[in-house]
């Protein structure tokens, strides 16, 4: 009786611990004025790409619908390329691109790596050894390098440029996650859980995930970032995107060949980029402040 009673109780007392959690988190974050900007910048790139085909003023793609290299006005406010297709429309549906770069980037390299670590945090033995090695050997090579490496085998496109910068950010997550798995496993609530009988597949993914999930969504947010910087360095160098889809490297790159001569072609797409950096690391930055009690209690 008592066995089941503590059974049926642990699970409540952690679904309302965790309630309260977030409600704190919330509020925390809610304070963080430089969250709350990076948060505006996220949602304006989120109403951006989801209205672009709405609101853009032209097809992206259709030449000729000004004059060649046409520099910024009131009919164009970014100007238009050599083509004669307006800048603003391809900067707009471009921001459809990043995002989905981010996403399938960033799920790719959290979705592994978070089972790879943990599987070698919660087993240990030799399939932590060889995780942690695997690991190690990425470790060894820049991000940028596993990337290009990627795309050579594969070819270049941007599905493919995006499955390179995936695979590229899976150690960063595997090793976080090895890491909170060995921490929460000393934990009493863990081995209660354990003492209770609950088995594996239980004790991974019932007590473990939840409580990996904090720190990995704060590195997630931060990998955006890194990952709309990887898949436009590949498509500048021709690697990612291909014309004529409006994708921002690859808009850095066509406007090269013009920087003395048409500054727009590059200004904007690098502004965009930037822009969109910026509001990732400042939200990523915000949450783990938000979620880290010791930076509560001195805020």
Same mark, same amino acid.
């Given at each position: ?222 990998? =955006? ?32 060949? =013009? ?8 200004? =904007? ?10 509001? =990732? ?19």
């Amino acid at each position: 009786m008592t066995e089941t009673v503590l059974t049926l109780g642990l699970p409540t007392r952690q679904r309302a611990a965790r309630r309260g959690e977030l409600a704190r988190t919330l509020r925390a974050l809610a304070r963080n004025r430089g969250a709350m900007l990076g948060l505006a910048i996220v949602l304006l790139l989120v109403a951006v790409a989801v209205f672009a085909p709405v609101i853009r003023p032209h097809d992206p793609t259709d030449m000729g619908v000004g004059g060649r290299l046409q520099p910024p006005s009131r009919a164009f406010p970014f100007g238009t390329d050599k083509f004669g297709r307006d800048m603003l429309s391809r900067v707009m549906s471009g921001s459809r691109l990043t995002l989905l770069v981010g996403v399938i980037a960033v799920g790719i390299a959290c979705s592994v790596g978070s089972l790879l670590g943990l599987a070698a945090g919660y087993y240990g033995g030799w399939i932590d050894t060889v995780v942690m090695r695997g690991v190690d050997v990425m470790f060894s090579f820049p991000d940028i390098l596993i990337a290009l490496a990627v795309v050579a085998m594969l070819g270049p496109s941007l599905r493919n440029a995006m499955i390179a910068v995936g695979i590229s950010a899976i150690p960063w997550y595997a090793r976080l996650v090895r890491g909170t798995v060995l921490v929460e496993h000393q934990t009493q609530y863990f081995e209660a859980a354990r003492a209770l009988g609950a088995g594996h597949t239980r004790l991974m993914f019932r007590h473990l995930l939840p409580n990996i999930l904090p720190p990995v969504l704060v590195v997630a947010t931060l990998g =955006f970032s890194t990952a709309i910087l990887s898949a436009a360095a590949l498509s500048f160098l021709g690697l990612g995107a291909q014309p004529p889809s409006p994708e921002w490297g690859l808009e850095l790159s066509l406007g090269r060949d =013009f920087m003395q001569t048409a500054w727009w072609l590059m200004v =904007f797409p690098g502004l965009a980029i930037a822009v969109s950096v910026l509001g =990732f690391n400042l939200l990523g930055d915000g949450l783990r402040e938000a979620l880290d009690p010791r930076q509560r209690r001195s805020g």
